[in-house]
């Protein structure tokens, strides 16, 4: 079965602040191609709270007990850190793509601590496309996403796979 659209679902996207009407498809995915998002900056009260509600470590709590920390300092999840990657990746690219469904994920690397005051930015390019082997309307595209620092340095990076509809079916072509 694939997946239905309703007109409403549209709508309730357009109420959400999401325009709903789709620019970017699988044609429009070329290797090397590249999309920047960001700043989005991060404070302690953002990491804490995160903290509280998905991963109450002491680390992401507390900002004296961090100290004791191998790392020394209060920082962000790594499942916070993630989110904020994804959302600038939707905001900067698949807010406008017809996408189906994610894939998957690879190669998941934290690099380097989020920490109060980092502005971030992310950076996704276009790793591959591979036609969907049973859908001819839809195929995958494979992306590597970087969230770095402003000062370069990056924080996360990872490979994600998302499946992305056609402009066109090939056998309307």
């Given amino acids: ?38 700043p989005r900056a991060i404070d302690q009260d953002e990491i804490v709270a995160f903290a509280r509600a998905y991963d109450p470590q002491y680390f992401h709590l ?7 920390s191998p790392l020394g300092v209060l920082c962000a999840s790594g499942i916070q850190t993630f989110a904020i990657a994804h959302r600038l990746m939707v905001d900067a690219l698949l807010g406008q793509t017809d996408v189906v469904a994610g894939g998957g994920m690879d190669q998941f690397r934290m690099r380097l601590p989020v920490v109060p005051g980092d ?13 969907h082997s049973r859908r001819p309307d839809r195929g995958w595209v494979i992306f590597l996403v ?26 309307k072509r």
């Fill in 146 to 171: 970087h969230l770095t620092r402003e000062d370069g340095e990056t924080v996360l990076d990872y490979q994600t796979t998302i499946l992305v509809m056609r402009r066109e079916p090939l056998s």
């Fill in 119 to 131: 502005r971030l930015y992310v950076r996704v390019e276009v790793q591959g496309v591979k036609p």
């Fill in 62 to 68: 507390d900002p004296e007990l961090a100290r004791s």
């Fill in 1 to 38: 079965m694939g997946v239905v659209r309703r007109a409403g679902d549209r709508r309730q996207a357009v109420e959400n602040g999401v325009d709903g009407r789709k620019q970017l498809f699988l044609e429009d995915f070329l290797a090397g191609r590249v999309w920047t998002g960001g």
